[in-house]
């Protein structure tokens, strides 16, 4: 555990630094996982997992659950427009606990970021909102060209003062050739095993969506324990329906009474 202070000058430990991260690239495996909300944040702690991230509104819940793990804050892109949004949404995020930002702006926004030393993801390879500008939701780097030209943007994003990268459904072999090619953090979301980070998030980990990505694993089944509550709710209300219109509730547990003194006594009040 290692001691830090953070970006609101208040003494935290954390399992992680940036300095960690990129003195052991290539050297040590890490994982990372979405985290929201306290609960999925400490569910992570309680894993073992190295690193969460958060979308950047929702760093204060995520820092409750999880009070040591290192946490990047998503800076997602229709709601930090301007370049003083970004920064102040940067800056407090990293305030409220956060670690690191990403971004999936351009090269600009990342150097804007590093030149005041705020610890900067970018996010390469498949940026599903920018998707309509290569055909749809596919792989990045299918041809040689196409895998030249992902490997140049790694450089860019290198030389803008970037320490890591989100590396989103970029074929394997080609992942493996890049990271090894580069000084930023490689993180693997769908992109093979080959990078410094593998990463999924909760809801495909957990089995917790119906449309799950294909690089995705489910390890667990949550979308049918919620089914499951779904239909016990329902029941439940159609049992209690039927027994308040027959009668039988509430019962004899569910019902207070006077005792016969004391009733008679009310009774002859009334009267």
Not at 158 to 176: K, L, T, Y
């Amino acid at each position: 555990m290692k001691n830090i202070y953070t970006w609101a000058a208040v003494p935290a430990k954390r399992t992680l630094t940036v300095g960690d991260l990129k003195a052991a690239k290539g050297k040590k495996k890490f994982t990372q996982v979405t985290a929201n909300t306290v609960e999925e944040a400490s569910a992570a702690e309680k894993a073992g997992f190295d690193m969460i991230i958060s979308n950047a509104f929702n760093v204060k819940k995520a820092r409750i659950g999880s009070k040591n793990l290192f946490l990047t804050a998503a800076l997602v892109l229709n709601k930090f427009v301007t370049k003083e949004d970004i920064m102040r949404g940067a800056f407090e995020a990293l305030e409220n606990g956060a670690d690191a930002v990403m971004t999936p702006r351009s090269m600009d926004i990342v150097e804007m970021l590093a030149k005041e030393d705020v610890p900067v993801m970018g996010h390469l390879g498949l940026v599903p909102r920018k998707s309509t500008w290569i055909g749809g939701l596919r792989a990045v780097g299918k041809t040689a060209e196409e895998a030249y030209e992902l490997f140049k943007k790694f450089k860019r994003l290198e030389d803008a003062g970037a320490f890591s990268a989100e590396c989103e459904v970029i074929p394997e072999n080609v992942m493996g050739e890049i990271s090894k090619r580069t000084n930023i953090v490689t993180v693997s979301l769908g992109a093979g095993k080959k990078a410094d980070v593998m990463y999924l998030f909760m809801e495909d980990i957990c089995g917790d969506t119906t449309n799950p990505p294909r690089h995705s694993k489910a390890y667990g089944n949550l979308l049918k324990l919620r089914n499951q509550i779904k239909i016990e709710r329902v029941r439940a209300l159609k049992a209690f329906k039927k027994d308040s219109i027959k009668g039988k509730f509430p019962g004899k547990k569910q019902s207070s009474y006077l005792n016969k003194k004391e009733f008679d006594n009310f009774l002859n009040q009334l009267d």
